[in-house]
């Protein structure tokens, strides 16, 4: 089955400054690569998501990036704001099953002021 | 804008007592699916479910557990005769389906807590 190496588990930055959270997969077949953020005490919630067939997405202050080669994509937060301080999972899934996604361990990024 | 809602949103029991961990999909949302978080460690899928049937389960799944949609908006999962490891956060996510639809909307999950 699938598996998704998260790095790093913890990551502090500055205010203003950039983050990047690094994720590895195991599967080739994985095709579609989301983002979330959990918040204390919440459900995770979608923050952006990439499609195998696309090497960059951006939002905003957020990125995304895949290399399929390599088997790894990055979240990339730009201008890091105090709430942008939570845990962010990244996941893999292919759409030829039933989509289940399969997490990366997490980031807690604490973002100082 | 619609969510996921899930109640109770902290479950105590006992060891060996039955619980059962409920849910409301979005409403037009098709896949339906159940995940488990032990505290401080990574969301684990547990099953999916599709036009009435369990889809896809992991091996976590085992025959303790099961999941029903009794009516057409709850979807739970029922633990039978719960241990000590299963305390975690239960999170429910739906999908709406369509082949282009893959982003899982989350509810806020419940506690559970096994005593």
């Known amino acids: 089955g699938e598996n998704v190496e998260q790095h790093p588990s913890t990551l502090s930055v500055q205010e203003g400054d950039s983050a990047v959270i690094k994720c590895t997969y195991s599967?080739?077949?994985?095709?579609?690569f989301p983002w979330y953020k959990q918040e204390l005490g919440k459900g995770p919630q979608l923050i952006i998501d990439i499609r195998s067939n696309v090497g960059e997405k951006k939002d905003q202050r957020i990125a995304v990036t895949l290399n399929k080669t390599a088997k790894h994509f990055s979240l990339h937060i730009t201008e890091t704001q105090p709430e942008d301080s939570a845990v962010y999972f990244c996941a893999a899934t292919f759409s030829g099953s039933a989509r289940q996604l399969t997490f990366g361990s997490g980031t807690q990024l604490t973002v100082l002021p | 804008e619609p969510e996921v809602t899930q109640t109770p949103s902290h479950q105590v029991t006992q060891m060996g007592q039955e619980v059962i961990l409920r849910c409301v999909p979005i409403?037009?949302?098709?896949?339906f699916y159940w995940y488990r978080q032990i505290l401080g460690q990574k969301v684990e899928f547990l099953v999916s479910?599709?036009?009435?049937?369990?889809?896809?389960k992991s091996e976590i799944f085992d025959d303790q557990f099961s999941v029903e949609r009794p009516d057409g908006s709850n979807f739970t999962l029922k633990i039978r005769s719960t241990k000590l490891e299963d305390s975690a956060m239960y999170f429910c996510a739906s999908r709406p389906g369509t082949s282009f639809d893959n982003e899982q909307f989350f509810g806020p999950g419940t506690r559970l807590t096994v005593l």
């Open positions: 599967d080739s077949a994985s095709n579609y």
């Open positions: 409403s037009n949302h098709l896949y």
């Open positions: 479910f599709y036009n009435n049937e369990i889809s896809e």
